[in-house]
């Protein structure tokens, strides 16, 4: 890990110090430039420093990896709202960077809509997408999803733009209608959900590069998100070619996940095998202790500590 990259304990201090920014409004300007705006995604508030230490202008939030993380189980509707807004909190809290975070159906009706977007903005996201499924929900590249009716999802979707607070919090609308109604009823939920006030599409999981230029020719003149998920229903996609297709956001939601638990599970195997991790410190596969604590923060605690100590 390049220490040097990293002090984002840094950005939390001068934000305590000098007052807080406005994730929302930084994000609203990202999304005002000509090229996309990328974000890796995040399973908890590590790997968000990590992410947003790498150089990305933005964190993502994954449902998929907040479902592993906090249950080590699969994403399928098993999260409560409470849980993922106290989740979303941790994660803003530990970045400097805008927070973009899965809210899954919204967690109900239009009033429990209303609730969900209060609280994850009180949480301090700077945008938020919520997907026209029906509970329990499951991950956008899984078999099985149940929709709503279109005019349901409509409906939530005017709930939110009715409860947010701060006119530049981003509300997303995604569609998983591509795989149970296919291609055109999906665009046509998007263009409902546009109407109804949402600020960006996702239409989850075109399944050809046909069908991606059909999003972007269809649907041109919106803000479109496109979900990059390694093995799943979309085929890989090169940036330049999203980009001049004219997606706006372009998210890595498990990425990190996957590069996590595969390196966990080989140096935890190699211990058992061993009974020490001196083959994987050989490697170069871990960072020192001292490494790890400096890329965390900790001289900008210390630097707190002896400004405020009696």
Not at 72 to 99: I, Q
Not at 206 to 221: F, K, N, T
Request: with cysteine; aromatic share 6%; proline share 5%.
């Amino acid at each position: 890990m390049a220490v040097g990259l990293a002090r984002p304990w840094q950005h939390a201090a001068m934000a305590f110090l000098h007052g807080p920014t406005r994730p929302t409004s930084t994000l609203r300007a990202l999304l005002a430039r000509p090229e996309p705006l990328l974000a890796a995604g995040a399973y908890d508030a590590l790997s968000a420093r990590i992410v947003a230490a790498s150089g990305f202008d933005a964190v993502y939030l994954t449902g998929f990896g907040a479902s592993a993380s906090l249950l080590g189980r699969p994403d399928v509707g098993l999260l409560t709202a409470t849980e993922m807004v106290g989740h979303v909190g941790r994660l803003a809290a530990a970045v400097p960077v805008p927070l973009i975070a899965d809210a899954d159906t919204g967690y109900g009706n239009p009033l429990n809509v209303i609730r969900t977007v209060q609280d994850y903005e009180r949480a301090g996201v700077a945008a938020l997408h919520l997907e026209d499924q029906a509970a329990p929900k499951k991950c956008g590249h899984m078999a099985g999803k149940v929709l709503v009716p279109a005019a349901e999802h409509t409906a939530r979707i005017r709930a939110a733009v009715a409860a947010r607070t701060d006119p530049d919090l981003v509300l997303i609308a995604r569609t998983d209608a591509r795989a149970g109604e296919g291609l055109d009823a999906a665009i046509d939920r998007c263009r409902r959900y546009a109407d109804a006030g949402a600020d960006v599409l996702f239409l989850e999981a075109p399944q050809s590069m046909q069908e991606i230029d059909r999003v972007a020719e269809e649907l041109a003149g919106h803000a479109l998100l496109f979900n990059w998920v390694e093995g799943g229903r979309t085929p890989p996609v090169s940036l330049a070619a999203l980009a001049e297709r004219g997606f706006r956001i372009v998210i890595y939601p498990v990425s990190a996940l996957l590069a996590a638990s595969r390196a966990v599970r080989r140096t935890v195997e190699s211990i058992r095998a061993t009974g020490t991790p001196e083959a994987a410190m050989a490697e170069g596969s871990l960072d020192s202790f001292s490494e790890f604590v400096a890329f965390m923060g900790l001289e900008e605690i210390y630097e707190l500590e002896a400004r405020f100590a009696d």
